[in-house]
């Protein structure tokens, strides 16, 4: 079969954010906090105006926008306005730094204009790298979002060149130069339902003036089809057909002809031939709504894959916190954090329905729901047999104790006690005493395991929680 003919365009500007997300070693959000102090990092408030235009390059975000376009309930964790409250706590550097990407068909500049770091319940955090190109052939432009999001490269090209120094990987680039330090903080040991080869790709781009969008230049931004390894521009595609119903599954077009959004498990590009105020209240978009978006069902989608990890990993006849732990998580989750409607707007909601379809995030949650429902069922019965065991026992003693120890030794302990009259008894009032004395050796035991369990619990619910809330403020 031919080759798909595509004309190739120049993107005038290209604007990405690339989110990487992490897993946090428990016990370590406050020394995080001080070191993302220690790297001057900002802690970011919507009611503080100035940073509106400190972030963006050329560009701003409106936090009022920002606010009223997510539902009340949803604000709370999303715009936390101190770090002792819950939710996402987001710490932001401006950097306005550049670098270049040497790949093996090309150069391309790009600045770096700040990091976000957040830090978010269940010991999840995400980091966004937010960067810039100008003036490049398109397909040049997809392939340096394809080589910059991946952190480990298989091969000694591309490389990224910055202050005189180069970095073989984006992770060395990232760890050693952006973050250094970082991975200190990180859980490597629970890392299972994370992609850490790979960083998830928001992207804006916006076309030379009288370019026009055909369906397989969109195809290409989200399947990030860039340029092949004899240097030629490539589509991963030879059915113009096949394309199309692509589209029509994972692409958003309320503003065709002139704007269209795709949306991918790794990606999610936004191509535009507009320009000047047009373009500039859509980056606004960019940075603003539509990031924390993609920010809420990436942490949906990590936090229901987690779940899913920690259920396989679980031993049921042993991990009997680890279950407690895991039901209260679902459940903790789905009230504090999770759903069904987030914005208050028609357009978000549409925007909210196709990221969390790119997700499979209603897919994953039902596995979650299922899960819940198998443990719950597990304790359930667990607890029963538990029960009925201890019921089994106690039933045993007090009908053994009625029996024996009321007839045959009690008259014994009335007034001052006879010692010498228990070395005359026969084996079934030596029987008796055991009984009696065991039964109250029982029961004091069952007690203090009560208390102590009952201490116990409250630990482990107050460490619980503070997981779950995450902030400065413990519990």
Known sequence: MEPIDFKEKQVSTGLFQFI?????????????????????????????????????????VSHREMKSFFLPFTNNFLFPPSQQQK?????????????????????TPFQIHSLDLFICPYNLGFITIRTEISNMPFSQTIEFVDCF???VQQTPTPRIEYGGDAYLHVKDFLYDCLFPGLPGFFDHNSTSFLDTQK???????TLNEGETIDCVDVYRSGTLCGINDAGNPYVNANNLDYISNYLKDHSWNRWAPTTFS???????????????????????????????????????????????????ALNLDQDKKE??????????????????????????QELFTHIRKSFVIDNLYTNTKDILFCLFKYEENTGKKRDTLLLLVLTLYTVICGIFSM?????DLEGKIHWTHFKSYNPFEYFAVFIVF????????????????????????????????????KP
């Open 323 to 348: 279950i407690e732990h895991l039901i209260y998580t679902i459940n903790s989750f789905s009230s504090n954090y999770f759903f069904s409607v987030y914005p208050v707007q028609t357009e978000g």
């Open 438 to 473: 065991s039964g109250i050796i029982v029961v004091i035991f069952l007690w203090i395991q009560s208390l102590y369990q009952a201490i116990q619990d409250r630990k482990k619910r107050k460490k619980w929680v503070q997981e779950s809330v995450l902030s400065e403020k």
């Open 262 to 312: 795709i949306f991918a498990e790794g990606c999610f590009s936004c191509m535009t031939n507009e320009h000047h105020d047009e373009f500039r209240l859509l980056a606004q978009q960019f940075y603003g709504q539509f990031y924390y978006a993609v920010l809420l069902n990436l942490f949906h989608k990590h936090v229901l894959l987690k779940i899913a990890a920690d259920y396989s």
């Open 407 to 411: 007839n045959l030794f009690t008259h």
């Open 199 to 205: 960083m998830y790709v928001q992207s804006l781009l």
């Open 87 to 107: 939710g996402f706590q987001r710490f932001t550097k401006q950097l306005d730094i550049n670098g270049l990407l040497k790949a093996k068909h090309g150069i």
């Open 20 to 60: 990487f997300p992490f897993s946090l070693k428990n016990d370590t959000t406050h020394n995080l906090f001080r070191y993302l102090h220690e790297q001057n990092f900002t802690f970011y408030q919507l009611n503080d105006m100035q940073k509106e235009t400190a972030y963006y390059g050329r560009y701003q």
């Open 149 to 151: 999001r991946m952190l």
